[in-house]
């Protein structure tokens, strides 16, 4: 391997009421891929803004030397002119703009002024090959899904002519196909000299792009692994528990707290559930599901992208997805209107959404008011809150949840994604719901953050809540739930009790044909 391409020395970072760095120390061999691994809150997403200029030079201590020469960006252009390039994991792109556009916004080619489109077209044709994106460069981005969305990002970056590429969970919102693909762009670059940084909570990833990991925890460098180092016997030295220990500061013995269930009678039933798309009303995205959740169990629910998991879900709490919708829904052995939102929460139905950014928090208000939302009646009198009573109660479900958080006046948009989870939960939990519908509840969340949110659920179950665990993650629906059920195209295809299930018969279930 070469020298290094960068170096960070004794960064520190402190933010009101909080350290976030404390003298972390990050050196990037030239020609690398350079894993960062940490909890949320960790501190791998600020560091990465020191070193893109978010965090201008003056508001940290420490040094950055790129290539050799020190460096003191006072914003992103500044660091992306010396070839530093940072791909958020919150997508930057204009949905309503083309993608030629969005490659070249605020840096157009132009003269005198005047944008030269052919020039523009041409340099993005060329720049789309290169990421692998067919794709008309006149598309607009919100023609295209969010796979292609993530590759119009790097091609946006490789226009800046980009020598260091930082990825912040690059594969967090993509299905398997999508995400190997990503990860092969990633060793491609490689190939090319182009050195990557990648934070990634997905251990299987990290294991197979990169050639050396730091470990963050609590703002600080735990260590730094070399991924080709092996044993006498030709293994690798850096396992996944390896990794897991410096990440979390113990050993987790058990991916998934044990449980002994205690399952009663259904509390919650769907029957011949029929959902037709928002768009195109000829087609049936949910198409006659049938199935049951009993209190104090778990139930899952497996199914690749496009399955109808999401839509099923949302669909029945309140009708939030679809048109043409049809279908029973009972609790406890008595049919129920599930209308709308207010109907379905009045029902003691609870649904924590997958995107908790745009649909399950208010990131500009406070962790207080966030958890107090889905019921305000209990912290209010007479139509006005009791603000006393509102900070009790989101400090006890902080004390509880265990959020990361100096306040519950915190604005929530500034937690990590793991505590603002914990807040989505603590937010529904309040309302006292009998059926929590959770879908990809650890979506983006450390394994440390996710044990403890696995925690939670179980408690939950204990308390004869019915709970439905919707995820993508096949090994965390084998750890957690007592019956999984499987979609494909709309329609269950599968019903596989807890001794039964393996990843190899889930994976025959969600791949049936509409036909079977």
Same mark, same amino acid.
């Given at each position: ?216 925890? +609590? %703002?600080?460098? /735990?260590? =730094? ?8 016997? !030709?293994?690798?030295? @850096? *396992? #996944? ?90 609790? +406890? %052995?008595?049919? /129920?209107? =599930? ?8 029902? !003691?139905?609870?649904? @924590? *959404? #997958? ?90 969340? +450390? ?70």
């Amino acid at each position: 391997m070469a020298g290094p391409v960068l170096e960070m020395r004794s960064i520190t970072k402190t933010f009101p009421g909080v350290k976030a760095l404390s003298d972390v120390t990050l050196t990037v061999a030239e020609g690398e891929v350079h894993a960062i691994c940490g909890e949320n809150g960790a501190g791998k997403s600020t560091l990465m803004k020191v070193l893109s200029g978010v965090y201008p030079h003056g508001s940290y201590e420490g040094e950055i030397l790129f290539r050799g020469e020190t460096c003191e960006f006072r914003d992103i252009r500044a660091s992306e002119q010396r070839g530093i390039v940072i791909i958020h994991q919150e997508l930057a792109l204009v949905p309503y703009l083309s993608i030629a556009e969005n490659i070249f916004l605020g840096n157009e080619h132009s003269t005198r002024g005047v944008i030269s489109w052919n020039e523009t077209l041409r340099h993005a044709g060329s720049l789309l090959k290169r990421v692998g994106l067919t794709d008309q460069p006149s598309t607009r981005v919100a023609d295209i899904g969010v796979g292609k969305q993530q590759l119009v990002e790097i091609a946006k970056a490789l226009s800046k002519e980009v020598k260091l590429l930082i990825l912040d969970e690059p594969t967090a919102a993509l299905n398997d196909e999508d995400s190997r693909k990503l990860l092969d762009l990633i060793l491609e670059f490689k190939e090319h000299g182009i050195s990557c940084i990648i934070i990634s909570h997905k251990l299987n990833e990290i294991a197979r792009v990169a050639d050396s990991i730091t470990i963050l925890r +609590d %703002g600080r460098t /735990i260590e =730094t692994l070399d991924m080709k180092a092996t044993d006498e016997d !030709g293994g690798s030295t @850096v *396992t #996944e528990e390896r990794i897991i220990r410096g990440m979390v500061g113990r050993d987790l013995d058990h991916r998934f707290p044990e449980r002994e269930p205690e399952i009663g009678e259904v509390a919650f039933a769907v029957e011949d559930w029929t959902v037709h798309h928002p768009i195109d009303q000829q087609r049936k995205v949910v198409d006659g599901v049938s199935l049951n959740v009993r209190r104090g169990e778990i139930v899952g629910i497996a199914g690749l992208m496009g399955a109808g998991r999401t839509e099923l879900a949302m669909s029945v709490f309140g009708r939030s997805y679809g048109r043409g919708i049809s279908g029973r829904v009972y609790l +406890d %052995g008595k049919e /129920i209107r =599930t209308r709308t939102v207010p109907e379905a929460v009045g029902h !003691g139905i609870a649904y @924590v *959404t #997958e995107d908790r950014k745009h649909y399950g928090l208010n990131l500009i208000d406070d962790i207080s008011r966030n958890i107090s939302l889905s019921a305000l009646s209990k912290v209010a009198k007479r139509g006005v809150v009791n603000q006393h009573e509102e900070a009790r109660v989101a400090e006890s479900f902080r004390s509880t949840m265990n959020i990361k958080t100096p306040t519950v006046f915190e604005t929530t948009g500034k937690l990590s994604g793991g505590n603002q989870q914990k807040v989505v939960l603590s937010k529904w939990i309040f309302a006292g719901p009998e059926v929590l519908i959770l879908d990809e509840p650890t979506r983006g969340i +450390d394994v440390g953050a996710k044990y403890e949110i696995y925690t939670v659920i179980n408690d939950l179950a204990a308390q004869g809540k019915a709970v439905v665990f919707i995820s993508s993650e096949l090994p965390e629906l084998l750890g957690m739930c007592d019956r999984i059920y499987t979609m494909s195209a709309g329609r269950l295809t599968g019903e596989i009790p807890r001794e039964s299930a393996t990843q190899e018969v889930l994976m025959r279930h969600m791949t049936m044909d509409r036909g079977n």
